[in-house]
């Protein structure tokens, strides 16, 4: 029997070490560049990869997604498009679970380009932030105090109530207003607060406040635009008092 020469021999295959995501610089795994940079410094192979939260035995879930987007033609339309079937058919490493979470989350965006986005009501003056907080503190028998938090052109970003108290009054901690604050990115905040007595005018501790306060957003670039007092029927502007 002839015997295989040395060069007839089938060359060695060189084997090739894959690196999970998890062996990778922490700054270059998808989910961890997206806490640090956002969504919108990751490409489609790697939002993918989120989504996917894992790949096989022999492929990352980045080299997964991009298999799989490249199957789509590299077309997040044509993506939203296969089936649940077809994903598990296709390819190795997706089951029904990792199937139907694509599938979600594609339907999800197709369903956010169709939405309306939401208008912010602007606010111009006192009588403004009046009628959006009539009907939450007119009529209480007890102390409320709500945070209204806006953007840099004054338009409403949330309401927030953030303390209620008895009959005479409510606690306010400036480390809690700047906490909304900071976290929802706001740049102007007006407080209000309610006065169940009847007299819309500031009490001593009111003016307290709202000095503190005011002096508290300054350390942090952020205006304190007004703090209204609200009565049943009317209401008590520091801005148009010239108080703030």
Known sequence: MNQLKETDKEPAVETVNKFSIREWAEEDR????????GASSLSNAELLAILLGSGSRNETALDLAKRILNYAGNNLNE???LSIETLCRQFTGVGPVKAIILTAALEMGKRRRSSEAIVRHQIRNSRDIYELFHAKLADLAHEECWLLLMNNQHKVIES??????????????????L????????TAIVLCH????????????????????????????IQLTDHLIFSETSYYSYADEGKI
């Not at 998808?30 to 940079?37: D, I, T, Y």
């Not at 906490?179 to 706001?186: G, I, P, S, T, V």
């Open 160 to 177: 927030i109530r953030i303390s209620h108290g008895g009959v005479s009054e409510t606690t306010v901690d400036p480390k809690i207003v």
């Open 79 to 81: 993506l939203g498009k």
């Open 30 to 37: 998808p989910r961890e560049k997206l806490m640090l940079h």
């Open 179 to 186: 906490k909304y604050a900071l976290d929802k990115l706001a």
């Open 194 to 221: 309610n006065h169940p007595s009847g007299s819309p005018y500031p009490s001593t501790s009111d003016d307290k406040i709202t000095h503190k306060l005011k002096q508290a957003c300054a350390n942090l670039d």
